[in-house]
């Protein structure tokens, strides 16, 4: 257990839907983070949130949409998404940029 | 650049000891760490090294860091088999909220 949760564990979701990923850290950190992890590809960050602030956005297509309403609390949320964005959501929080604590990740699957 | 590598499998005996590469390429990185990740499981963080440091052990690992060379590894004394999972090796970047990834290695412990 990291103090990190994200909801669902597992969603398939075909490529009309809109869902959302939910991410909660019990840690008090002031930073949130998304990462996709893709196989045989390096973790990307996707998304970053400073103070409930978006500081980093890594190119990300526009179909991922973050929210962070407050600093336990980071969403994103899917709509029209493809097959090749099939992967391992994580979500992470640290305290002032140093190490980062890991929630268990949400295997998303678009058919 | 900003670019993590890692070869991609391990295979050890148990028992044996087990050192985990990774070079990086960016000189700028303030801290870097391992993580852990077990099947179905998100990232855990194992240890870190600030980058002004050589060595850092705790318990069965031994973090060595070669900042002229840009190189990290992990070693792990007496693997065992609950050893096995993919480490990732990451950077953490001056000023900057990203951590950098490799694409991690996957350790594989057989009796």
């Known amino acids: 257990e990291t103090g990190v949760t994200q909801t669902p564990r597992h969603l398939v979701m075909g490529m009309t839907n809109k869902k959302s990923l939910k991410c909660e850290q019990h840690?008090?950190?002031?930073?949130m983070y998304w990462y996709k992890q893709s196989a045989k590809k390096p973790l990307e960050l996707m998304f970053v949130?400073?103070?409930?602030?978006?500081?980093e956005n890594n190119s990300v297509p526009s179909r991922f949409s973050p929210e962070c309403p407050n600093s336990s609390h980071l969403f994103l949320h899917l709509h029209t998404l493809q097959p090749e964005d099939s992967a391992l959501y994580l979500c992470?929080?640290?305290?002032?940029?140093?190490?980062?604590?890991f929630g268990q990740g949400t295997r998303l699957t678009v058919v | 650049g900003e670019d993590v590598e890692q070869s991609l499998f391990l295979s050890v005996r148990e028992g044996d000891s087990s050192v985990i590469n990774c070079t990086y390429t960016?000189?700028?990185?303030?801290?870097l760490y391992w993580y852990k990740q077990e099947p179905g499981a998100g990232l855990q963080l194992l240890t870190y090294?600030?980058?002004?440091?050589d060595m850092k052990q705790d318990q069965r690992l031994t973090v060595l860091l070669n900042k002229k060379d840009k190189h990290l590894s992990l070693r792990i004394a007496d693997t065992q088999t609950g050893d096995s999972a993919i480490y990732f090796c990451?950077?953490?970047?001056?000023?900057?909220?990203?951590?950098?990834f490799g694409t991690g290695t996957r350790l594989q412990v057989f009796p």
């Open positions: 990451a950077e953490s970047l001056e000023n900057t909220d990203k951590l950098i």
């Open positions: 840690l008090g950190h002031n930073a």
């Open positions: 960016d000189s700028s990185s303030t801290y």
């Open positions: 090294i600030f980058s002004n440091m």
């Open positions: 949130y400073s103070l409930e602030e978006r500081v």
């Open positions: 992470a929080s640290s305290q002032d940029a140093t190490e980062a604590f």
